[in-house]
């Protein structure tokens, strides 16, 4: 029986996944430790990144072949939008961050080059090598949420609410989802078509790293 091509994407990029368990942003934030200055650039880097990645997933829907894919990417869509809607009233206001604030924010450079990435795949890619594309925002995420949860902080309240967030079902659902289509378009694709979805899925666990390492070191446009 072949093994589920999300198991092969997982075991090609254990190294970049093992970088993310042991990087200081978390470790610090699971022990309530992180410099708050850190974990409100992540929010704010978070909350520009978002919207791109709502429109990424809208290209998903342009190219699936069935209705449910179709639904499955515009409630996926959705759900990116409904999360940056709230960052204001939940995250970004107890970070005492106005809604104009939020929306001002510009892109720090790894943000942009992230988004940039998955910008070329969605217009270029197959729906497969998308999937592949994506799948480390929502999978990473929901890794560290379930990881952090058991003996999470209870100060400050902010740290363990995030990690609540992505320990939850309800964060889940959509990480599951993502897993199955990258098995089911992982088990139709070409050889060809299995490498890019491959190092699409290498390169973005390489940015989810870089996302994190940029908040820890407040990194700016140099010029």
Request: charged content about 25%.
């Amino acid at each position: 029986m072949a093994t589920k091509f999300s198991l092969q994407l997982r075991k090609r990029s254990a190294s970049i996944w093992r970088a993310i368990e042991d990087h200081p942003f978390l470790r610090e934030l699971h022990a309530g430790t992180l410099p708050m200055e850190r974990f409100s650039y992540f929010i704010l880097q978070d909350y520009v990144y978002l919207l791109d990645f709502a429109q990424v997933l809208c290209h998903g829907g342009a190219k699936s072949p069935d209705l449910e894919t179709l639904e499955l990417f515009c409630r996926h869509a959705l759900g990116a939008v409904e999360v940056e809607r709230s960052f204001h009233a939940s995250f970004g206001k107890s970070l005492g961050f106005s809604r104009q604030e939020l929306d001002n924010v510009s892109k720090g450079p790894v943000t942009r080059a992230y988004i940039d990435h998955l910008q070329a795949v969605a217009r270029g890619g197959t729906l497969g090598e998308l999937v592949a594309a994506v799948l480390p925002c929502y999978w990473i995420y929901g890794e560290v949420g379930r990881r952090l949860y058991k003996s999470r902080p209870a100060t400050p309240k902010i740290y363990r609410e995030w990690i609540e967030t992505y320990a939850s079902d309800q964060f889940w659902q959509p990480v599951r989802e993502q897993i199955n289509l990258v098995n089911r378009f992982g088990a139709e694709a070409s050889r060809a078509e299995k490498t890019r979805m491959m190092q699409n899925f290498i390169l973005s666990s390489r940015y989810e790293f870089n996302f994190w390492q940029q908040a820890y070191g407040l990194e700016q446009w140099p010029v």
